[in-house]
């Protein structure tokens, strides 16, 4: 079965400090990969995806991640955060042929102090 | 991109009464839509997934007589929680692919369920 695991699960940075998030999932065929972002009192949103091509995406907002296929990872960085970052962030995958199916990792959460 | 809204936002319902969310495809047509619930401080987790004009197919652990979906149309599925508990108290999300073209899901806004 598919699984999503995000190593860090609450992470606290000041402003400007740089940031990656760990993303590794299981599964052994083509996947589709996935970040979202869900800021309090709202719903998910995309930052950035990848499906084929370059292994590093940019995202909105200054993201990016690198698919790294033999680390089966996809991490999530940003070199300068803002306070106005903070927010829930989840890893996904679709490993159903591309359906819209997604598995969701367990989530962190990211708290930027000004 | 697209939108995908969900009815209502928020509900509290009595237990053992039934309640009805909504979810629909606004600018594009859905032939399948899935169904996660959200439990504060966690992840996301597929419930099902809404197949217009077919039955939906229910993650493992997932009861299908608790949770009725329909997919009557292709912009509009529910999701009925039947004889709810405080358990089924939780946060319900639902997505969407256009399969137009754009590749992501799109997500509802999600509706948080009070069971009391």
């Known amino acids: 079965a598919q699984s999503v695991s995000q190593h860090n699960h609450h992470v606290i940075l000041s402003e400007a400090a740089s940031l990656e998030l760990g993303c590794n999932y299981s599964y052994g065929g083509t996947v589709n990969l996935f970040w979202y972002v869900q800021y309090p009192g709202q719903h998910l949103q995309l930052l950035l995806k990848y499906f084929s091509g370059d292994p590093l995406v940019k995202g909105i907002k200054g993201f990016e991640a690198e698919f790294i296929k033999s680390k089966f990872s996809f991490n999530l960085r940003k070199p300068s955060v803002q306070w106005s970052d903070t927010a829930e962030y989840f890893c996904?995958?679709?490993?159903?042929?591309?359906?819209?199916?997604?598995?969701f990792g367990q989530g962190t959460t990211l708290q930027v102090k000004p | 991109g697209a939108v995908v809204s969900q009815h209502p936002s928020w509900v509290i319902c009595k237990s053992g009464t039934s309640v009805k969310i909504e979810c629909r495809s606004l600018d594009f047509q859905a032939t399948t839509m899935f169904w996660y619930r959200q439990f504060p401080k966690q992840s996301l987790m597929l419930m099902a997934t809404?197949?217009?004009?077919?039955?939906?197919?229910?993650e493992q652990g997932v009861e299908k007589d608790k949770f009725l979906i329909n997919h009557a149309s292709l912009t509009l599925s529910t999701l009925t929680v039947t004889s709810a508990h405080p358990e089924d108290s939780s946060f319900y999300i639902c997505s969407a692919r256009d399969p137009g073209g754009r590749t992501e899901a799109f997500f509802g806004q999600g509706t948080r369920l009070t069971v009391v």
């Open positions: 809404s197949n217009e004009g077919s039955k939906a197919t229910y």
């Open positions: 996904a995958v679709d490993g159903s042929s591309n359906t819209g199916k997604l598995i």
